[in-house]
């Protein structure tokens, strides 16, 4: 099992350019999140859904789009890039409810100039 | 509204020694989940340990350990005989939420002098 995947790995972006981050997981879990992390801080969730087809906001949701069309896969959507979007993007999944841990993929670390 | 406070940026200790992390949270909710992640260099977020606010017993995983005050909301991670591995940057986080939405603190790096 490959557990959860992303792609690019590392992506650099010009101001106003847009892009997909990929996420995709083989666990078969209906809870899936994006994350991002900027230096020095901790995680903030940006987008989040509780499965196929059902999405909502975290904390920080400006400048990014989701969608959630299968178990497997959710990817995030950057329109019109901007500096203050570089970061490091990390998404995860859980199994069930808040009692259960969150799997993490290894992160694309995304910058724009 | 959840918040996850570290305040220590960050510690340094001998290989073999203890350390203790330290972590507060502020949660309105009855019952909820407290977690350490783990970041290493390689970026990877890592589960060390989990904590039911329901269970009065503190977690343990091997070499750590947590010292849960639920009155105080304090959540410390101690780790025992620490090694080299050891040296990562480490996460509190609280989970209340009916969809599971982690609230992380800012982190704590943590250096393992050999």
């Known amino acids: 099992n490959a557990g959860v995947t992303q792609t690019p790995k590392f992506r650099i972006l010009k101001i106003g350019q847009s892009m997909t981050l990929q996420c995709a997981q083989d666990m078969n879990h209906n809870y899936m999140y994006w994350y991002r992390q900027d230096p020095g801080m901790g995680l903030k969730l940006i987008y989040y859904s509780v499965g196929a087809g059902i999405t909502d906001k975290g904390e920080v949701p400006n400048g990014y789009n989701v969608s959630r069309s299968t178990t497997e896969d959710f990817p995030l959507r950057l329109e019109l890039a901007a500096p203050s979007q570089t970061s490091v993007y990390f998404c995860?999944?859980?199994?069930?409810?808040?009692?259960?841990?969150?799997?993490f993929g290894p992160g694309t670390r995304l910058t724009v100039t | 509204a959840q918040t996850v406070t570290q305040s220590q940026p960050e510690m340094s200790v001998q290989e073999a020694e203890t350390v203790t992390l330290s972590c507060t949270y502020d949660t309105s909710e009855s019952n909820y989940y407290l977690f350490w992640y783990k970041q290493p260099p390689s970026r990877q977020m890592i589960l060390v340990i989990r904590?039911?606010?329901?269970?009065?017993q503190n977690a343990t995983e091997n070499r750590f350990s947590v010292n849960f005050q639920k009155a105080a909301k304090s959540f410390s991670l101690k780790i025992s005989d620490s090694q080299l591995g050891d040296t990562a940057m480490y996460f509190c986080?609280?989970?209340?939420?009916?969809?599971?939405?982690?609230?992380f603190g800012k982190g704590i790096t943590l250096s393992v002098r050999p």
């Open positions: 995860a999944t859980s199994a069930r409810d808040y009692s259960y841990e969150q799997y």
């Open positions: 986080a609280s989970n209340t939420g009916a969809n599971s939405k982690l609230t």
């Open positions: 904590q039911e606010a329901y269970k009065q």
